[in-house]
C-alpha cells in the first residue's frame, strides 16, 4: 500500500517557502542579472556583455589567479601539517581533549577580531613575528605594507584558521579506525612509521578527499580575513584582491551588478566544478 | 626502546610549538588589550603590561556604541538560531517519518542546494531585501538566514536513529504528530538540537559580509562590522583595537570552554555525515 501523507507539505512548508525566496530564486536571479547592465534600478539585457568585460578585465585576472593560487598553496600545507598533529596526538598523547580544544579554538572565534590581531603581529616594525625572526637572524619582510608580500600573509593566516576544523576532524576518522589492525600490526613487529604509512593513511583517504574539497571551496569563498588583515582594502595596492573582493566591489562600489553576477556565476562554476571532481575521485578511491 | 622515546619527544615539542602558535594570537590580543599605546607598539615588543589598563575597555565603550553593537549581535544570532532550529525540526521530522509523494525530489533539490556558496546568492539577496525596504532593520539581518538545509539535514541523521517503532507507538496511543515532535522526539534528541544550537549561534554571532552589505547605520551594525569600523576610525590606537577585538572574541570563547566537548562532537558528526 502506498501512503501520500499530504500533511508532511505542512511541516516543510517553511523549509521550502524560504529556500525558494533566498536560495533558489537568487541563483536564478544571479544568472539573469549576469547577462544585464545598469544600476540596480535600471537593468536592461546586454547579453554576453558581463561575461566578455570581466575576461577583459585584468583585475578580474588578478583575483582569480590570487584566489587560486591561494586555494593550491594554503590548502595542501594546512592539511598536511593537520594530518601530522592529528597523528602525533592521536598516537603520542594521553591528553589527548587537552590538544584538540586547544587547536580547535580558531574554529569558533570570529576571523575579524583575530585578523585585526594578526595585522599587529604581522607588522613589520613593532610585529611580534618580525622580532623572533630578527632574533634568529632570519629575514624580516614588510608583510603588510609590501604588495609582494600580501598573499604570502593571506596564506600563512589562512594556514592557522584552517588547522582548527582539518584536526577535529582528522581526530574523529583516527577514533573510527579499528584498534584491531594495530594490534595485529604490534604482533608482526611494524614499526611506527610503517603503522602509519600501511594502515592510518589508507583508511583516512576518504577523509582527506573530503577536508580537500571542503577547503578548496572554502577557499575559492576567501574574503573575510583579507578584509581584517588589510584593514578593508584587498593589500595595497589591491595586490591581495580576489574573487569574491572583485564581487563585493563591482556589486556595491562600483555599481555595476550585471559584472559582479558575471563574476559570481564564473566563481560558481568554478566551485561545482571542484565538488563534481571530488564526488568522482571518492567513487573511485572509495570503491562504493 | 630509546628510539620510540625520542619519536614521542619530537612529537612533543612540535604539537607544544603548534599550542604556542595556535594561542599566541589570542594571548597577544587579551594582554595587548590592557597595554597602554606606547607598549603596543614598542620595539622589541613586550607581552606583558606594566599596569593593566582596564580603562581601554571603557574607552572603547565611550568611543564606538559597542554596547548597542552587543545587542543586535545578541538579537540576530537567537532569532536566527531559534528560527532556523524550529524550522528544520519541523522539516526533519517530515522528511524521516512521513511518507508522501515527491519526498525524493525534495531532498535531492536541498542536498544539491547544500553545494552553493553562499557567496554567490548573498549579492542577490541583498537586493531582495533592499527592494523590501528592510535595510538597516533587524528583519532584514535575520530574514536569509531563518531556514538551514544544512541543520535540517543534520537532524535528519539524528532523528532517523530514532527507531521508527517509537513514532507508531505514540500514534497508536493517540498522539497527533505535533505532540509526537514536542513530547517524544525533542525531549530524545536534546543533545543533537544542543549542539546544532550552539553551532548555529556561534556562527550567527561571526557573520560579517552579510550585516556589511545590509546595514550602514551605526545603530545596526553587528559586533564584527562595528569592529572593523572601529579599527579603521581608531586607525591608531592599537591597544583600543585590541581592548575591541578582546570584547568581540571572548563570550565565544567562554562558551566554547562550556561546551567544548559537544561543539567538537558536533562538528565531526556534522561534516562526516554531510
Do not use: C
Not at chain 1, 58 to 78: D, H, K, M, Q
Not at chain 2, 228 to 242: H, I, K, P, R, V
Amino acid at each position: 500500500m502506498k501512503t501520500n501523507q499530504k500533511k508532511a507539505w505542512l511541516f516543510l512548508a517553511p523549509t521550502i517557502i524560504f529556500v525558494s525566496f533566498f536560495s533558489i530564486w537568487p541563483i536564478i536571479r544571479a544568472f539573469i542579472m549576469s547577462f544585464q547592465s545598469g544600476s540596480l534600478i535600471n537593468l536592461s539585457w546586454s547579453g554576453f556583455s558581463n561575461y566578455q568585460y570581466i575576461f577583459k578585465d585584468p583585475e578580474f585576472w588578478l583575483a582569480i589567479r590570487n584566489t587560486i593560487l591561494y586555494a593550491l598553496i594554503s590548502v595542501p600545507v594546512a592539511l598536511a601539517i593537520s594530518i601530522m598533529l592529528a597523528w602525533f596526538i592521536f598516537s603520542k598523547v594521553k591528553n589527548k581533549a587537552l590538544f584538540e580544544t586547544t587547536f580547535f579554538m580558531p574554529y569558533v572565534t570570529s576571523t575579524i577580531a583575530i585578523g585585526i590581531v594578526f595585522r599587529y603581529i604581522f607588522n613589520g616594525e613593532y610585529g611580534m613575528l618580525n622580532f623572533i625572526l630578527r632574533a634568529m637572524h632570519l629575514p624580516a619582510p614588510n608583510w603588510i605594507d609590501d604588495p609582494a608580500m600580501s598573499l604570502t600573509t593571506i596564506i600563512i593566516f589562512g594556514v592557522w584558521t584552517s588547522l582548527a576544523f582539518n584536526i577535529v576532524i582528522l581526530m574523529g576518522a583516527l577514533r573510527n579506525i579499528d584498534p584491531n589492525y594495530y594490534t595485529i600490526a604490534d604482533m608482526y613487529g611494524a614499526t611506527g612509521t610503517e603503522k602509519f604509512w600501511r594502515i592510518t593513511m589508507p583508511q583516512l583517504v576518504p577523509t582527506i578527499a573530503f577536508l580537500l574539497t571542503m577547503n578548496i571551496i572554502a577557499a575559492f569563498k576567501i574574503y573575510t580575513s583579507v578584509y581584517a588583515l588589510f584593514n578593508g582594502q584587498a593589500g595595497v595596492g589591491n595586490s591581495a584582491t580576489t574573487a569574491v573582493f572583485y564581487i563585493y566591489n563591482k556589486f556595491q562600489i562600483v555599481g555595476t551588478p550585471g559584472v559582479a553576477m558575471a563574476a559570481t556565476v564564473v566563481l560558481f562554476i568554478i566551485i561545482l566544478f571542484v565538488t563534481f571532481l571530488q564526488r568522482k575521485m571518492m567513487k573511485k578511491i572509495g570503491g562504493r | 626502546m630509546k628510539k620510540i622515546r625520542w619519536g614521542t619527544l619530537i612529537a612533543y615539542v612540535i604539537l607544544v610549538i603548534f599550542a604556542i602558535i595556535t594561542i599566541f594570537p589570542f594571548v597577544y590580543m587579551i594582554l595587548g588589550g590592557l597595554m597602554t599605546f606606547q607598549e603596543t607598539t614598542k620595539i622589541p615588543p613586550t607581552l606583558i603590561p606594566k599596569n593593566p589598563q582596564w580603562g581601554n575597555f571603557s574607552r572603547v565603550f565611550a568611543q564606538a556604541p559597542f554596547a548597542r553593537y552587543f545587542l543586535n549581535t545578541f538579537i540576530t544570532a537567537s532569532v536566527t538560531t531559534i528560527v532556523s532550529l524550529f524550522n528544520a525540526l519541523l522539516g526533519a521530522f517530515a522528511m524521516v517519518n512521513l511518507k508522501f509523494k515527491g519526498k525524493g525530489i525534495i531532498q535531492g533539490i536541498l542536498l544539491s542546494l547544500l553545494m552553493v556558496p553562499g557567496e554567490a546568492i548573498i549579492f542577490t539577496n541583498y537586493n531582495t531585501i533592499a527592494r523590501l525596504g528592510l535595510l538597516n532593520t533587524y528583519i532584514g539581518l535575520v530574514l536569509p538566514f531563518l531556514t538551514s538545509i544544512f541543520y535540517m539535514y543534520y537532524l535528519q541523521s539524528y532523528f532517523g536513529s530514532i527507531s521508527e517503532t517509537i513514532y507508531k507507538a505514540a500514534k497508536i496511543n493517540g498522539a497527533s504528530d505535533w505532540e509526537y515532535i514536542w513530547r517524544i522526539l525533542v525531549p530524545m534528541s536534546k543533545g543533537g538540537l544542543f549542539t546544532v544550537g550552539l553551532l548555529s549561534f556561534i556562527s550567527g554571532w561571526n557573520s560579517f559580509l552579510w550585516p556589511l552589505l545590509v546595514t550602514n547605520e551605526d545603530s545596526m551594525r553587528l559586533l564584527n562590522n562595528g569592529l572593523t569600523a572601529f579599527a579603521s576610525d581608531a586607525g591608531s590606537e592599537t591597544e583600543l583595537q585590541l581592548a575591541a577585538a578582546t570584547l568581540t572574541v571572548l563570550p565565544i570563547l567562554i562558551l566554547y570552554f562550556i561546551f567544548r566537548k559537544q561543539i567538537i562532537r558536533g562538528v565531526v558528526r556534522n561534516d562526516l555525515k554531510g
